[in-house]
């Protein structure tokens, strides 16, 4: 069983940054797909960004803003957000592929 926990997340204006993170259990960090995730109140889980062997892949809504990568080392996971908008509030999840997630980070952008 694979564990991710994510952390980073909190309270921000609009037009700042926040770095989350999430840490794997397991030793294959880097092998498989792994992505973030967010789900704003009312509406579905969407993805935010995913990363396989170094390729990423970014939603429109975000591209130019977040980058996301990877500490293999570190087994970690991490999603950099700048130039945040009050529409990026959100919980935000760490996934890896085979249907393994995190509890979820609470990110808010509000003057």
């Known amino acids: 069983q694979v564990r991710l926990v994510e952390s980073g997340g909190g309270l921000v204006q609009p037009g700042g940054s926040l770095r989350l993170s999430c840490t794997a259990s397991?030793?294959?960090?880097?092998?498989?797909?792994m992505g973030w995730y967010r789900q704003a109140p009312g509406k579905q889980r969407e993805p935010v960004a995913t990363?396989?062997?170094?390729?990423?892949n970014y939603a429109d809504s975000v591209k130019g803003r977040f980058t996301i990568s990877t500490d293999n080392a570190k087994n970690t996971l991490y999603l950099q957000m700048n130039s945040l908008k009050p529409e990026d509030t959100a919980v935000y999840y760490c996934?890896?592929?085979?249907?393994?997630w995190g509890q979820g980070t609470q990110v808010t952008v509000s003057s």
């Open positions: 990363i396989t062997s170094g390729s990423t």
């Open positions: 397991d030793n294959f960090f880097g092998i498989y797909l």
């Open positions: 996934m890896r592929a085979g249907g393994y």
